[in-house]
């Protein structure tokens, strides 16, 4: 099993740049021997928020709202950001 988890690591190497791998692989090592140093398996992203994602879809209704009005069209009661947060509520309860 470690035979073919090394063979799969040198594939996905060549993928990659040497430059990257080796500054990677050093901070690994480094928290390694301390943890107090940054760890590098962490996301250095952050994810956007509940209600980042909820004003951003409140602004895009209000935009397709504004459009929908125009042309004359009858909006429905189920919206975008309303079946998505459910979505997201749905996802917190599981």
Same mark, same amino acid.
Do not use: C
């Given at each position: 099993?470690?035979?073919?988890?090394?063979?799969?690591?040198?594939?996905?190497?060549?993928?990659?740049?040497?430059?990257?791998?080796?500054?990677?692989?050093?901070?690994?090592?480094?928290?390694?021997?301390?943890?107090?140093?940054?760890?590098?398996?962490?996301?250095?992203?952050?994810?956007?928020?509940?209600?980042?994602?909820?004003?951003?879809?409140?602004?895009?209704?209000?935009?397709?709202?504004?459009?929908?009005?125009?042309? &004359?069209?009858?909006? &429905?009661?189920?919206?975008?950001?309303?079946?998505?947060?459910? &979505?997201?509520?749905?996802?917190?309860?599981?």
């Amino acid at each position: 099993m470690r035979a073919a988890h090394l063979e799969l690591l040198k594939d996905f190497e060549t993928l990659l740049n040497a430059v990257n791998i080796a500054a990677w692989t050093a901070e690994v090592e480094a928290w390694e021997s301390n943890h107090s140093k940054p760890n590098s398996y962490e996301s250095k992203l952050k994810s956007p928020m509940q209600r980042d994602i909820q004003l951003h879809l409140t602004e895009e209704e209000k935009a397709e709202t504004t459009r929908a009005a125009a042309l &004359g069209h009858i909006r &429905g009661k189920l919206t975008t950001q309303k079946l998505l947060l459910q &979505g997201l509520e749905l996802e917190e309860l599981q």
